[in-house]
């Protein structure tokens, strides 16, 4: 097997580490299935197993945390101009995973063959409330 270094970011590498131990795998092991999925996408539908560690995946402990704190801070008018665009990228972060959730949570449905409502019942997933 070939080896190829790539410089990347302290965040980038900070998130790919948190990723990689939520899901119990080594980092390297990790980025390896991100690049093999990316340029070989599986050409059969994904299976439920798979669906749900979609569904699953989140954010770490330690991102919610500051996550949290960075909205107390917005909310005090304390944020500085950094902290602001931590919040950003960790709101786009939990956007892009909120997508891909709802997607996987469509793709479910589809294959058990009932509504997008029922899916989220049967695994205990409120809809978001507006008002």
């Known amino acids: 097997m070939a080896t190829l270094t790539l410089t990347i970011s302290p965040d980038l590498e900070q998130r790919l580490r948190e990723i990689a131990t939520q899901q119990g795998i080594d980092p390297a092991s990790y980025i390896l299935n991100l690049l093999q999925q990316r340029l070989n996408p ?13 569904i699953n995946i989140g954010l770490s402990q330690n991102t919610w945390e500051h996550y949290h704190t960075l909205i107390a801070k917005r909310q005090a008018e304390q944020l500085s101009s950094t902290e602001q665009a931590e919040l950003i990228a960790i709101s786009e972060e939990i956007e892009q995973a909120n997508t891909q959730r709802i997607q996987a949570l469509i793709t479910l449905a589809e294959q058990r063959g009932i509504s997008l409502e029922t899916v989220m019942v049967d695994l205990g997933i409120e809809s978001p409330a507006y008002g």
């Open 42 to 54: 599986p050409s059969s539908t994904p299976t439920e197993a798979e669906l749900l560690a979609q």
